[in-house]
């Protein structure tokens, strides 16, 4: 099979001598192990997420079609398995290279941005050969065709986009370090702002969509906490203690990304997704070069105070003296079996409330949401249990929603604002259906109850996050 993979790889380089600006260097070629590069190729596609995106809900693996919702339609993301029909068989390694770092397709227009093509802007040319030489020899071909975008005329017209790309996308520019910068952080630096594409979720964005920075130059914007998609909020990345990062560690850091959870956090919503599908395969090199980097971010001015926990919540709980004290009820019969009388919850099984920046954030949308719809800790390699939050959509009514959630929120030394309505809740209640339909990984209806949130997760043809079939090595098709 490598025989044949390599005189397919040779063609192809062959093909590529033949007339482009990248192929220049023709290492590729001659002393490159072809399968190495492959190999090296695929980890590029899970530091970069690619399967993410491109694979529909049951789908196979990168064949396309997944349903992004924007404020003006549905668009669909592409097939990018090399089928020369459907697929980017027919893509020489410039035309790849165009509509990974530059957002142009092979046909001369512009991408959508949702393909994070900003941040892979910044991708070394050896990981670009290294990906392309995936896609084209270690991922089989799916004739699958693409989907259009449900955007209505006149908004579909992509010449806009490549304005935008103009506009708002730094020029595609591979990353160089400051000088004097640390390899280790350097290295970071590289995987966090490029591949790892971190600050499309943890970076606000302009009125116009782009993220306001690409990297610490930007200023205190940068990875400084994201707006909501799809109803969850990324938190800020940088080192303020109460809604940042101030408190956690390097192995933190490095545990969370690996195993979605550690004593004092779990990842949910988005990043569960993040860590199921790329972080948890990162070797541990670049886990650690990663949370270096993040650790080593210039502080952000206006900390707003340090976290301290306050036990007067918990002796209240403990003496059933809940009058007064509005959500506090709801939150002993349903929530403190799991998260406990003292917010403290129970080590790497249930993440705790007390000083979680999550649900101290300062838009409560994500906390409302995983309160209505639910989670589920996706089980890794590294932590292969699967454990749920169960969703309170059917149990509480939204008014106990907000107040358990407005509880939560300013109780344990918690001081965030309990700004949550009943109506903030009602809005969400639609979308968090739509995220339950999303989650119901087994073929069980999961509408009459949240707790089918425990089934596995076949993230598509050939894709599960059993751990029996993933002892450490992953083999997508
Ligand atoms: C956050 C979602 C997301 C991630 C992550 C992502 N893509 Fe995409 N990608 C898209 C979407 C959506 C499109 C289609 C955009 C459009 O139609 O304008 C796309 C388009 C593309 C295209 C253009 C295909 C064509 O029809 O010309 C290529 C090639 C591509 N992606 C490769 C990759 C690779 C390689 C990675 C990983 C390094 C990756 N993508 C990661 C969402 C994503
Ligand atoms: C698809 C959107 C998305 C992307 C891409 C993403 N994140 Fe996240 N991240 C989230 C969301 C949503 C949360 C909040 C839920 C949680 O804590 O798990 C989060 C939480 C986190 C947390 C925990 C923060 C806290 O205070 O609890 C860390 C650490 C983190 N992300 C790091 C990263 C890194 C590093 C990357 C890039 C490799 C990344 N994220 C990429 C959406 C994303
Ligand atoms: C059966 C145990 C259980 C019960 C009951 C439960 N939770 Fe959870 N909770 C979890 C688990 C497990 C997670 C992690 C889920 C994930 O990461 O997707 C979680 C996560 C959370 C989070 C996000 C924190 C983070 O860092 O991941 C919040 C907020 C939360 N729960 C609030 C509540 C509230 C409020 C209630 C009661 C209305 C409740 N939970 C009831 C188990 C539970």
């Known amino acids: 099979m490598i025989k044949g993979l390599k005189a397919a790889l040779g063609a192809a380089v062959v093909g590529l001598l033949a007339g482009t600006a990248l192929s220049a260097s023709p290492a590729l070629a001659q002393n490159a192990d072809d399968s190495d590069l492959v190999a090296k190729g695929a980890y590029v596609a899970r530091l970069g997420d690619c399967v993410a995106c491109h694979t529909a809900l049951h789908g196979t693996a990168f064949a396309g079609g997944l349903q992004i919702k924007t404020p003006i339609g549905a668009i669909y993301s592409t097939n990018i398995t090399p089928d020369p029909k459907t697929g980017i068989g027919s893509y020489t390694l410039e035309d790849f290279d165009k509509a990974v770092r530059h957002g142009i397709r092979k046909d001369g227009s512009a991408l959508y941005p949702a393909m994070p093509y900003p941040s892979f802007a910044r991708m070394s040319e050896d990981d670009i050969k290294a990906l392309y030489a995936y896609f084209m020899h270690g991922v089989a071909p799916v004739d699958q065709p693409n989907k259009p975008a449900d955007i209505s005329w006149p908004l579909s017209m992509r010449w806009p986009l490549a304005f935008w790309g103009k506009m708002f996308a730094p020029a595609p520019k591979a990353f160089t370090p400051a000088p004097g910068t640390d390899p280790v952080v350097a290295r970071g630096e590289y995987l966090v702002t490029g591949p790892g594409h971190c600050g499309a979720c943890h970076t606000p964005r302009g009125f116009s969509m782009q993220e306001k920075a690409y990297d610490a130059a930007g200023g205190a914007d940068f990875l400084g906490g994201g707006a909501p998609i799809d109803n969850w909020i990324a938190p800020s990345l940088r080192s303020d203690p109460v809604l940042g990062l101030g408190r956690w560690s390097e192995d933190d850091l490095v545990q969370f990304l690996r195993s979605g959870r550690i004593d004092h956090s779990a990842a949910f919503g988005g ?42 919540t918990a002796q209240a709980l403990d003496a059933g003296k809940t009058a007064g004290m509005t959500g506090a009820d709801v939150y002993v019969q349903q929530c ?36 209505a719809a639910g989670g589920v800790l996706p089980p890794t390699n590294w932590a292969p249990s699967a454990v749920a939050m169960p969703g309170y959509q059917k149990i509480l009514n939204d008014q106990q929603v907000a107040d358990v959630v407005n509880f939560i929120r300013t109780s344990w030394g918690n001081k965030a604002p309990a700004n949550v309505t009943a109506s903030d809740v009602s809005k969400l209640r639609q979308a968090s259906q739509s995220v339950l339909d999303r989650r119901s990984w087994t073929d069980e209806p999961t509408s009459t109850s949240s707790w089918g949130l425990f089934g596995p997760q076949p993230y598509g043809e050939g894709w599960t996050f059993s751990p029996d079939t993933h002892a450490g090595v992953d083999n997508p098709q």
């Not at 990043?271 to 270096?292: H, N």
């Not at 799991?338 to 000083?355: E, I, Q, S, W, Y």
């Open 336 to 371: 403190a079996i799991c998260h406990r009388n003292d917010g403290a919850a129970v080590d790497r099984m249930f993440p705790p409330l007390a000083g979680n920046p999550v649900v101290v954030s300062e838009n409560p949308t994500s906390v409302a949401h995983i309160v």
């Open 271 to 312: 990043m569960a997704d993040v860590v199921a599908w790329s972080t948890q395969y990162w070797s541990e090199d670049d886990l650690r070069a990663t949370a270096k980097y993040l650790k080593s971010l210039p502080e952000v001015p206006k900390a707003k105070g340090d976290y301290t926990y306050d036990p007067s």
